[in-house]
């Protein structure tokens, strides 16, 4: 069984997928925790024409060490749940996903 920091990252042939709920208009971006088998990421960008889309993969690319390049929004563009998969093939990039998640904000 996957450690509870891992479920919402799958592995791909090119990458990982990452399955997100984003709260926009919040004072400043940052990862919440985990809620359920998703990533929850406050943005502080407004929802309206794809500032929330774009400060998350900002957001993604500078906590990743990624370009920005690496990221497709390919679920939930209009939505709060989002599926991002980031094209990556990093020896390492397991670990980086699962620092995302705050030690003492498992799940939220």
């Known amino acids: ?3 509870p920091h891992a479920t919402f990252f799958l592995p791909t042939a090119q990458g990982f997928l990452l399955r997100l709920t984003v709260v926009p ?3 400043r971006t940052q990862v919440v925790g985990l809620y359920g088998d998703r990533l929850k990421v406050r943005l502080a960008a407004p929802p ?3 500032a929330a889309n774009r400060e998350l993969i ?5 906590s990743l060490h990624l370009p920005k390049s690496s ?10 749940s989002k599926v991002v998969v980031v094209n990556d093939l990093s020896p390492d990039l397991r670990h980086r996903l699962c620092l ?3 030690a003492s904000k498992e799940s939220v």
């Open 100 to 102: 995302l998640v705050p």
């Open 25 to 27: 208009g919040a004072q």
């Open 1 to 3: 069984m996957p450690p």
């Open 71 to 80: 990221f497709q929004l390919t679920l939930g563009a209009s939505s709060r």
């Open 48 to 50: 309206e024409k794809g």
């Open 58 to 62: 900002d957001f993604l690319a500078r």
